[in-house]
């Protein structure tokens, strides 16, 4: 059986995944690795540590197709954005990998905001100015790290670093490119204004690709080690994000994809860049003739971790010893709580917060708490808090690219079905699961097999991505849920000022 590889490169972990031509799973690999917190606005990962799960992972699925006598094809990647990493002439790292989740250039951002380009530079890149963003880490990093600014051959992201070290060329596909806020997506080059800005040359950049580009001449010791042919096709792909829109098969108007995983993000397909004159929304490129339109909000699945962790410590540990998926577990605590978690309302913003509101300042807050409530009212509002966080970003994408009509939904948080109809329930639209959530994964192998010629279009991907759930809206709770919502966007409204304060007293 001939078979191709998806690598996501991913904010706790590296999956590859073997997919037949079909886009049936065939085996796949996860391989964690941490974040580090040496300040309290700083998220940085060890770039070895990241290239070590990469081989691993691959090495693995590798593995375990030969023992079955397949064939591999290709390998495709797929990976987080906004990661940035100074790099010297030989490619060793200067600075660790500064994930999106970084605020350090929370200050640099608001400058940025309020200057006379920040609008211009949106408008060509479709990157929100934000602290996530390569543009305002350059900038931090400019004026408070000017050594390893000055000395840095390269900046460049985590998957090309993985490219580096595996083929020693300096390649980001337009993709990831895109997402920098240093790319100008109508052009397909890199902004003379952004890089103005900074005060850097296209050459302390690498060089922009398509994401179908195939690169082969694979390092010996590389070879070796993963097992495979020096001559195997690497396709560059794309980042998680778009490519999660097209490994579900949200690529036609009025069909939005949602993902939950450690963040959370709804995404809408266009047939060229789109901006918001209230810089609300991303533009990001999926291919020259697709490009991704949503919004990314910081806390997801990372949330419920959060609240697991530090409330449900005994639970997990049982849930461990008898080998039982915690979402299960959370699913039957939280099901007997009615809609609306009996008034409790919960701002999930522990990380700050990407769209629509830009604001890393922003807290969480528990909101309307009485004496009834228990630790499973908590867990509701909590999970409802972060599809409200998800249904406000979608707000904004109806006004500026139209009507969604139906959402496909993938990430780690479709293993709870409850969370999935909290989904369909909040936006009162019909949402479809397919039966494999892996969708960053194969998006990248759809890519990869429209670079090697074994599909004619991306829209092929229609006949990989069976549906194994279909859930309608209760119009109901989406009452219930709509004058909550009210209540939830005049909090944030009321509340960004305070925010502000908390945090000057820490």
């Known amino acids: 059986m001939e078979y191709l590889i998806g690598v996501d490169i991913g904010t706790t972990a590296t999956k590859a995944i073997a997919f037949n031509r079909e886009g049936v799973i065939i085996s796949k690999k996860s391989v964690e690795y941490p974040i580090y917190h040496p300040k309290p606005t700083w998220s940085e990962q060890d770039p070895e540590e990241i290239f070590h799960a990469v081989l691993i992972s691959i090495k693995d699925v590798v593995e375990e197709n030969n023992a079955m006598g397949n064939k591999l094809e290709g390998i495709s990647f797929s990976a987080a954005m906004?990661?940035?990493?100074?790099?010297?002439?030989?490619?060793?790292?200067?600075?660790?990998?500064?994930?999106?989740?970084?605020?350090?250039?929370?200050?640099?951002?608001?400058?940025?905001?309020?200057?006379?380009?920040?609008?211009?530079?949106?408008?060509k890149t479709g990157t929100p100015i934000h602290p996530m963003s390569p543009l305002c880490k350059l900038l931090w990093?400019?004026?408070?790290n000017s050594e390893i600014f000055n000395k840095a051959y390269k900046f460049i992201s985590i998957k090309e670093y993985v490219f580096y070290k595996l083929f020693s060329i300096y390649i980001v596909d337009y993709s990831i490119a895109s997402a920098t806020g240093l790319f100008d997506t109508y052009k397909l080059k890199w902004d003379d204004e952004a890089l103005n800005l900074i005060g850097i040359s296209p050459d302390r950049l690498s060089i922009p690709v398509s994401t179908t580009h195939t690169?082969?001449?694979?390092?010996?010791?590389?070879?070796?080690?993963?097992?495979?042919?020096?001559?195997?096709?690497?396709?560059?792909?794309?980042?998680?994000?778009?490519?999660s829109n097209l490994g579900t098969n949200a690529v036609k108007p009025g069909v939005a994809a949602v993902t939950i995983g450690t963040s959370g993000a709804i995404r809408v397909i266009s047939n060229k860049p789109v901006s918001d004159p209230g810089e609300r929304i991303f533009s990001y490129i999926l291919t020259e003739n697709h490009y991704v339109v949503g919004g990314p909000i910081n806390n997801g699945g990372i949330v419920l971790r959060w609240f697991r962790d530090n409330f449900y410590p005994l639970e997990v540990e049982n849930a461990k010893k008898e080998n039982i998926d915690f979402y299960d577990i959370l699913t039957q605590k939280v099901d007997s709580i009615p809609v609306g978690a009996s008034g409790l309302i919960f701002l999930p913003y522990l990380l700050g917060e990407r769209a629509p509101h830009w604001d890393a300042n922003a807290r969480g807050v528990f909101f309307g708490v009485n004496i009834t409530h228990t630790r499973e009212h908590f867990l509701r509002a909590l999970m409802e808090g972060v599809i409200f966080g998800i249904y406000s970003v979608g707000k904004v994408l109806e006004q500026i690219?139209?009507?969604?009509?139906?959402?496909?939904?993938?990430?780690?948080?479709?293993?709870?079905?409850?969370?999935?109809?909290?989904?369909a329930d909040v936006f009162n639209k019909k949402v479809l699961v397919a039966e494999s959530y892996e969708s960053s994964c194969l998006g990248a192998v759809v890519l990869g097999m429209k670079s090697l010629g074994l599909i004619s279009s991306i829209e092929d991907v229609e006949k990989m991505v069976p549906i194994s759930q279909t859930i309608y809206p209760d119009k109901n709770h989406h009452y219930t849920y709509t004058r909550l919502f009210e209540i939830y966007e005049r909090l944030y409204d009321q509340l960004k000022n305070e925010f502000i304060r908390i945090i000057n007293l820490q």
Do not use: Q
């Open 215 to 243: 690169v082969r001449g694979l390092k010996d010791g590389y070879a070796k080690f993963l097992n495979i042919p020096k001559s195997t096709p690497f396709i560059i792909g794309a980042s998680d994000g778009c490519l």
């Open 141 to 144: 990093m400019k004026e408070n």
């Open 401 to 423: 690219t139209g009507n969604i009509e139906k959402i496909y939904a993938t990430g780690g948080f479709v293993r709870s079905s409850l969370w999935v109809k909290i989904l």
């Open 82 to 123: 906004h990661s940035l990493i100074a790099v010297d002439p030989e490619g060793k790292p200067l600075t660790n990998c500064i994930i999106w989740a970084d605020t350090r250039s929370e200050e640099y951002a608001k400058k940025m905001k309020e200057s006379k380009v920040a609008h211009s530079i949106y408008l």
